[in-house]
């Protein structure tokens, strides 16, 4: 079946411009997580959903950063007056907890380059 | 301190060598303890995935955790080319039936020459 779809695989932007990420988790799963990965850096775990309960944000750096999610599905990471130190690759990931499993799939990123 | 330390290497090997990765970590609440690969700008995917201590084999990988001393490793046997990539381990304490954010490694690239 369709995995862990991310768009746009790559962006270029402009230090200062808003840029909007999407992720379409696999159908079915109730709980999205975005994560950062920066250069030498391991995975730093940005915002979590569950279903309707409210979302994990303790990981999002600042307030220029926020997500969505849409009718429990499709899910967008916007940041706001992008910095150099944004770049990274943008990773989502879905999970169904079916047996008690927290089994997360990722998608492929999303490769942000602020110029 | 990182709550997951790992080395990042890389890792240069010969085909057919055993390869050993290893992870610590501070948390004593995690108690879910996964490896994942991660090949070139390419999404991670789920290598292994044991609760608490104990082993677990799955072909050529084996995966150990070490509650007591706060350690985790991966052992890949028989080595291959196709092995080479990035592997994270990651943890977290989900609780039965819930979810919890994935802690990681900062990831260890590794070669298997042929």
């Known amino acids: 079946g369709a995995g862990v779809s991310q768009s746009p695989s790559n962006k270029v932007t402009e230090k200062g411009k808003d840029v909007e990420l999407r992720c379409d988790p696999i159908?079915?799963?109730?709980?999205l997580y975005w994560y950062r990965q920066s250069l030498g850096q391991g995975l730093e775990f940005l915002i979590y959903f569950q279903g309707n309960s409210a979302p994990d944000k303790s990981g999002l750096p600042s307030d220029r950063f926020s997500a969505e999610r849409t009718g429990g599905s499709v899910s967008t990471l916007t940041i706001q007056r992008t910095q150099q130190e944004d770049s990274a690759v943008y990773l989502c990931?879905?999970?169904?907890?079916?047996?008690?499993?927290?089994?997360?799939?990722f998608g492929p990123g999303t490769r942000l380059t602020v110029t | 301190q990182k709550e997951v330390e790992q080395d990042p290497g890389p890792l240069s090997v010969p085909e057919g060598a055993i390869v050993s990765l290893n992870c610590t970590y501070s948390n004593s609440a995690f108690q879910y303890f996964m490896w994942y690969r991660q090949y070139s700008r390419k999404g991670p995917e789920l290598l292994m995935y044991t609760y608490s201590s104990g082993n677990k084999e799955d072909g050529r990988f084996t995966a150990q955790v070490d509650k007591s001393s706060k350690y985790i490793s991966l052992f890949i046997r028989d080595s291959q080319p196709s092995d080479s990539a990035t592997y994270l381990c990651?943890?977290?304490?989900?609780?039965?039936?819930?979810?919890?954010?994935?802690?990681f490694g900062k990831g260890m690239k590794l070669t298997v020459n042929p």
């Open positions: 990651a943890m977290n304490n989900s609780p039965q039936g819930g979810s919890e954010k994935l802690v």
């Open positions: 990931a879905s999970s169904s907890l079916a047996g008690g499993r927290d089994e997360q799939y």
């Open positions: 159908s079915g799963h109730t709980a």
